[in-house]
């Protein structure tokens, strides 16, 4: 079985990344792109497992947003770390949409870009290829404090003032 971090610990990724409808009868935990989904709609439907999907950091989420609580995990899918659009995606679905589920940050996530991905309202990530889950996992140690807001916490400043 694959593996993932979810909340910052390393586990079994039940989840597994499927190309047809034809694969739905032989798993439990799905992950469909969301093309796939939107094509395919009747057949997804019909599956009574757990369902997530996944799509790229330029998904419009207003064709997402009415079948948003069909699923229980969102993957958003980097091609390249430095493309910002799916950490504001994050934002928006969790704190816009109250999105609870797993959210999942995949492809070019690695060590140094989990720290911020957490920030943003991820929970879940799959690390490329070259890197290891352990290194990864560093990551979410490199800062002890956060002085700009996010998902995650209230910032530094925050509570100074309010201790004050």
């Not at 593996?3 to 989840?15: A, R, T, W, Y």
């Not at 395919?40 to 997402?64: C, I, N, W």
């Amino acid at each position: 079985m694959a593996k993932q971090i979810l909340n910052e610990v390393i586990s079994d990724d039940p989840f597994h990344l499927i190309t047809s409808p034809d694969e739905l009868q032989h798993v439990t935990h799905v992950i469909t792109p969301l093309d796939l989904y939107f094509a395919e709609q009747k057949a997804f439907d019909g599956f009574s497992g757990h369902l997530g999907v996944r799509m790229g950091t330029d998904q419009d989420l207003s064709v997402f947003l009415p079948v948003m609580a069909k699923f229980e995990l969102i993957d958003i899918h980097y091609q390249h770390f430095t493309d910002g659009r799916g950490h504001s995606l994050a934002r928006l679905l969790r704190e816009a949409y109250h999105f609870q589920g797993v959210l999942r940050a995949s492809g070019d996530v690695f060590k140094d870009t989990v720290f911020y991905l957490k920030r943003c309202g991820f929970n879940s990530f799959l690390v490329k290829e070259s890197e290891t889950l352990e290194h990864a996992l560093q990551g979410f140690k490199v800062f002890s404090e956060s002085y700009q807001g996010a998902v995650d916490e209230i910032p530094l400043f925050r509570r100074r003032l309010q201790t004050a």
